[in-house]
């Protein structure tokens, strides 16, 4: 048997699902004519509350194209090599759905709106098999549609430290968390540390809800593909790394300090410190040697270590620059550095680390609107499906035309699931999953808005919705 596949065959969405889905149509009980699936994030999940994002991003990429018979084909084939001549793959169910519905995915998509806060154990998404004879459908595109964590449990991620920030601002900042330089106090620096460059421009962009600092450029990308973006949704600013510092060795590290500084003499200038002697470099040749010229510059040169204990290193920082350059003390008791220069710290980086940095900077006197952080792996590769506690089950089956509840009730009472057809309201502001057949909650909106139906995508949202969403949500 003879499979020629090509780059365009691995979005087939016919065989995109886990290989044991393909066959569970025939382990449903004859009389099966619909099905519905949830998707939430469980209690005990790391964080409260969710930021729900990348629905959209899935939806465009897998489930707009129509199945062809060649898709089938290809699939039956792969199914065949894959599982051996014993597999029922059953091909007769995709052929009805490019025969009769012309490849488009006969399923109905809700889901919260993209950008959304929600607390833990409520639902997010919702799916709906109707058609009688693909049933079975929603099971099977499981598989895509619960990556949708990954974008969610980032952007709640990056929520976090966002909300974390603006707690310490609050207490040592004048304007709190109105500070204007919150939007690029945490920088992602985590393209090339995530497993794929998918992941880096679903995760780069899941970050751009609530930060507006990255290098991961494909984010941008994805914002204009995928999310309606017309602008840049991300920013970045002139930055060294060692290749530039190191390039005329150690005895010439002077020589190439003066060069970027007289040569990008507006706007902000980010510069590794750590080549050959980090204190030096602060202490000498940027305190001393070179001072004037960072204070001729019209805009700020921001010290880059890259290396050390963090915990030492930002408050000595902060010290010898505030030594060197001066500072002023706010109305809240604090310090703040002279605006000429400033210090970013994105050495191997996670929000544990980041929150023990801003309080021992505090505690050396320093406001934390001094700081910038840049964090990589820590913000886009080191999460899983489990930080959330994300799930997709099966709640309601219909039965020779009869809707019946589906649920677990497992050893772990933590996996109990939700029974029934869900809906997600709101009850005094606060939301609530109810079932959707309660009459107490007949009057109230589902926030679930549908978003697919049969492969057409029902609402597009902007990235700026998508950040607007987010914003009413705190």
């Known amino acids: ?275 050959y002697d980090y204190k030096r470099f602060v202490e000498q040749i940027i305190g001393k040697e070179f001072k004037q010229l960072v204070l001729d510059r019209e805009g700020k040169l921001v010290v880059r270590p890259d290396s050390g204990d963090p915990l030492e290193l930002m408050p000595w920082t902060l010290n010898s620059l505030g030594e060197s350059f001066g500072f002023t003390v706010n109305k809240k008791g604090y310090k703040v550095l002279n605006p000429k220069v400033g210090v970013i710290w994105g050495d191997g980086i996670d929000f544990a680390m980041l929150k023990q940095i801003v309080q021992v900077c505090r505690e050396a006197g320093w406001s934390t609107e001094n700081l910038v952080f840049g964090m990589g792996g820590g913000l886009l590769q080191k999460v899983n499906r489990d930080v959330q506690r994300f799930a997709f089950k099966a709640c309601a089956k219909r039965y020779n035309g009869i809707w019946n509840d589906v649920w677990k009730d497992p050893t772990d009472k933590s996996k109990i699931s939700k029974r029934g057809i869900q809906k997600l309201v709101k009850v005094d502001g606060a939301y609530k999953t109810v079932r959707a057949d309660d009459p107490a909650y007949a009057s109230l909106p589902n926030e679930m808005k549908k978003v697919y139906d049969t492969g057409a995508l029902l609402i597009d949202y902007t990235f700026d919705q998508v950040r607007e969403n987010t914003a009413k949500s705190l």
């Open 1 to 275: 048997m003879n499979l020629n596949l090509t780059i365009d065959d691995l979005d087939n969405v016919v065989d995109m699902t886990d290989s044991y889905k393909l066959e569970h149509h025939g382990m449903e009980l004859p009389g099966t004519d619909g099905a519905v699936a949830y998707f939430e994030a469980r209690k005990g999940a790391k964080y409260e509350r969710t930021t729900f994002f990348g629905l959209q991003y899935l939806i465009k990429k897998y489930l707009l194209r129509p199945v062809t018979k060649a898709d089938v084909d290809k699939a039956e084939m792969l199914a065949m090599m894959h599982e051996g001549p014993d597999c029922d793959f059953d091909r007769s169910r995709w052929d009805y759905i490019v025969e009769f519905h012309g490849g488009k995915l006969p399923v109905v998509i809700e889901a919260v709106p993209e950008g959304t806060v929600v607390p833990t154990d409520n639902v997010l998404l919702q799916i709906f098999s109707l058609d009688p004879k693909c049933h079975w459908l929603g099971n099977h595109l499981e598989t895509i549609i619960t990556h949708v964590w990954a974008g969610s449990t980032i952007a709640t991620h990056s929520r976090e430290v966002k909300e974390f920030l603006k707690k310490e601002l609050d207490i040592t900042c004048n304007d709190g968390a109105n500070f204007g330089g919150l939007p690029f106090m945490l920088h992602d620096f985590g393209m090339r540390g995530v497993s794929s460059l998918e992941s880096a421009g679903v995760g780069g962009l899941s970050h751009l809800i609530n930060f507006q600092g990255t290098d991961t450029i494909i984010a941008l990308k994805y914002a204009i593909v995928f999310y309606g973006a017309t602008t840049a949704v991300g920013y970045s600013v002139k930055a060294t790394e060692h290749s530039i510092m190191t390039q005329r060795g150690a005895e010439h590290e002077r020589e190439v300090v003066q060069y970027l500084l007289k040569k990008y003499n507006k706007g902000i200038l980010s510069m590794v410190a750590d080549s």
